[in-house]
Nanobody, 121 residues
Framework: QVQLVESGGGLVQAGGSLRLSCVASGSIFSINAMGWYRQAPGKQRELVAA???????NYADSVKGRFTISRDNAKNTVHLQMNSLQPEDTAVYYCNANARTTLTSWAMNYWGKGTLVTVFS
């Protein structure tokens, strides 16, 4: 199994910044893509940003130019730098990793428990 633990959420004023981190641990053979999703109250979970093992990132239109995803493959860690935060960014942010536990196993999606980001105006 693969465990993901997020950190870095909190309360911030509009226009401020936060940096989320997620560490993957457990029986990891390889990790393909890692990413961040978010779920606001009453809404579906949505992709915020994702990054491949080759460190190519893609972003939701709503966060382009404000958020930056990065990854440390050696440490099985992914970060999300969030700048110019707005109240509409308020949500629980979940870390996701597509990982294999052995050479021959299928890649599976794993999720963290989430970290709350609250942006007030």
């Amino acid at each position: 199994q693969v465990q993901l633990v997020e950190s870095g959420g909190g309360l911030v004023q509009a226009g401020g910044s936060l940096r989320l981190s997620c560490v993957a641990s457990g029986s990891i053979f390889s990790i393909n893509a890692m990413g961040w999703y978010r779920q606001a109250p009453g809404k579906q979970r949505e992709l915020v940003a994702a990054i491949t093992s080759g460190e190519s990132g893609n972003y939701a239109d709503s966060v382009k130019g404000r958020f930056t995803i990065s990854r440390d493959n050696a440490k099985n860690t992914v970060h999300l730098q969030m700048n110019s935060l707005q109240p509409e960014d308020t949500a629980v942010y979940y870390c996701n990793a597509n990982a294999r536990t052995t050479l021959t196993s299928w890649a599976m999606n794993y999720w963290g428990k989430g970290t709350l980001v609250t942006v007030f105006s």
